[in-house]
């Protein structure tokens, strides 16, 4: 009856959109009753949760973070749940969209501030780290301009490259 209750009470706080508290709960329920009829429900609430307290992208991501470990998590566990299993990874690539919204907004600060150096290493932390990204591909085109301003043709060639063997056809193709 325990973890009846501790996930009812999570449900709870998640209802009245108090989603901090909520996803303690249900993470304490995750800890304390791995062998619960609830546990996976609780996984995917608890990542739910921290999808609902994620910010706008331009402050910090830590709640994002979480929420898209949960629910890689949960997809690890659950691959066979067509229906949460959806959701998901659906929910992981919009907070991972707004992560990468994060870094390459950082990147158009320095590039507005002719720091191209500074630029660049966020323009490759969105490449690295997101290509999965609506924002991939803007910023290996900002790479390449990036390097052309600092007098690294060769790499800004060899990023030009990797843009067009990665989209043969883009129509960004002829303004790179």
């Known amino acids: ?3 009846d209750a501790q996930f009812y009470l999570a449900e709870t706080y998640y209802r009245d959109e108090q989603f901090k508290l ?5 993470n304490k329920l995750l800890r304390s009753f791995p062998s619960s009829q ?3 429900r609780a996984l995917f609430q608890a990542a739910m949760c921290y999808f609902e307290a ?4 331009d402050r910090d991501q830590g709640d994002t973070e979480t929420a898209v470990r949960q ?10 749940d067509d229906s949460l299993n959806a959701i998901a990874r659906e929910r992981a690539a ?3 969209d707004k992560m990468a919204q994060k870094e390459f907004s ?6 507005k501030l002719d720091d191209p150096r500074a ?9 690295d780290l997101y290509p999965d990204s609506r924002y991939h591909i803007p910023a290996l085109e900002e790479k390449a301009r990036a390097l052309k301003l600092l007098g690294r043709d060769k790499e800004a060639l060899d990023a030009v490259q990797k843009f067009i063997d990665e989209n043969p056809t883009n129509p960004l193709l002829s303004r790179i």
């Open 119 to 127: 630029a660049l290493i966020y323009y490759q932390k969105v490449i």
């Open 54 to 57: 994620s910010p706008k992208f």
């Open 94 to 96: 919009e907070l991972r």
């Open 38 to 40: 609830f546990y996976k």
């Open 22 to 26: 909520a996803a303690f709960h249900y």
């Open 71 to 80: 629910f890689k998590i949960f997809s690890d566990l659950y691959p066979d």
């Open 106 to 111: 950082i990147a158009e600060q320095y590039r």
């Open 1 to 3: 009856v325990a973890d």
